[in-house]
């Protein structure tokens, strides 16, 4: 019998006002043309929903660049799910959020690049900085959860103390401070945005204090990068184990970055059943459990925790999607993450020539 999952990531648009030079989608993204209509989506989530699924995070791209945002909340609270809306902000305004909350919105996830506006608007790749501040104060005044997102790399750890505060004087309920992971337009500034280890090391003993002084009051996740851990993180909970993502043409795959792996066809709600492509589809099975895992992982102790690690990881650094997690200590190709860390480790900061984000049409 396979796992339930408890979550869905619906990438209801890959169209953004930004042009993050980290962001995670994928390098060929899916055009306006091609996005499921609002009614496609209410199927899918009333599908998720019989599935197990509890929560659902809109996301994109940008989800508020869908016109008929109000009718996709509407759509995932008629299905009985918990709706988290991630997004930058922009082209949100009080009575849409307003409208949003009404519809069924428990929860956003505000986006920020850093704390101070100029180098916010460089990472960005506009200027969004300063109208992020105001949706910030909208946005703590209104009945729905709050969670400041927070993304950190060599540019901006400097000031993760003063983003901490910006996130306590705002009163959010949450932030986020997740390390750029390497997929994506991420990984064509992997080079500009890994932090040394010594920016690790003073980030990791920050978070601890801040998370002592703040208990009670503020809660601080903290994510790191993967290149810096002795074993991989347990990617997504294991491949098809307890998530899935539709994309914005309806393709459904166990992770964001799933598409960089050759060799898979991943199903699509318009032609399958959502159960029918978590419990049979050949790309969820391919890596779900333990059979397909080569030595070191298949003899393991750590392999019911971390799944032997991410698997578009170790496609995108060694060239098989079936090999350890190379950030593993215990990994054949650790030598590959190795040399990347004696690179940043060895470098001036590097000159900020970003590779950025580039829109579907």
């Known amino acids: 019998m396979s796992p339930r999952p408890h979550s869905l990531i619906a990438e209801v648009t890959h169209r953004c006002p930004l042009h993050c030079v980290y962001c995670s989608n994928p390098r060929e993204m899916q055009a306006r043309a091609a ?202 909970g294991g491949w098809g184990n307890g998530l899935l993502l539709v994309d914005p043409a309806g393709r459904v795959l166990p992770c964001h970055a799933a598409g960089v792996i050759p060799g898979l066809t991943f199903d699509n709600v318009q032609q399958r059943p959502l159960a029918w492509i978590w419990e049979e589809s050949p790309a969820f099975l391919r890596f779900r459990g333990e059979e397909w895992m080569k030595d070191p992982c298949r003899s393991c102790d750590r392999r019911a925790q971390d799944f032997g690690g991410c698997r578009c990881q170790a496609m995108l650094l060694t060239g098989d999607a079936a090999a350890a997690d190379p950030v593993c200590t215990l990994a054949p190709g650790r030598k590959v993450v190795d040399a990347i860390l004696a690179a940043v480790n060895s470098s001036e900061d590097p000159v900020r020539d970003w590779v950025y984000r580039i829109d579907p049409v």
């Open 35 to 236: 996005e499921l209509p609002a009614a496609e989506w209410a199927r899918v989530f009333s599908e998720a929903a019989q599935l197990g699924v509890l929560h659902l995070h809109l996301t994109g791209g940008e989800p508020v660049s869908r016109q008929d945002l109000i009718e996709l909340v509407s759509a995932g609270r008629a299905a009985g799910l918990y709706v988290n809306l991630i997004t930058s902000g922009l082209g949100l305004n009080e009575d849409r959020l307003k409208a949003l909350i009404a519809a069924g919105l428990d929860h956003v996830q505000l986006s920020f690049q850093d704390c101070e506006e100029e180098p916010a608007n460089e990472f960005a790749g506009t200027r969004a900085h300063a109208r992020k501040l105001e949706l910030a104060k909208m946005i703590a005044k209104q009945p729905v959860g709050f969670t400041l997102n927070m993304v950190v790399h060599r540019g901006n750890l400097g000031r993760l103390k003063a983003m901490i505060t910006m996130a306590e004087e705002f009163g959010v309920d949450r932030i986020e401070i997740a390390n750029v992971q390497y997929y994506g337009w991420a990984l064509a500034n992997r080079d500009r945005l890994m932090p040394t280890r010594r920016q690790m090391e003073e980030c990791v003993a920050l978070v601890a204090a801040e998370q002592q002084r703040l208990k009670g009051k503020l809660r601080i996740d903290f994510v790191p990068p993967d290149y810096y851990a002795r074993y991989p993180k347990a990617c997504m």
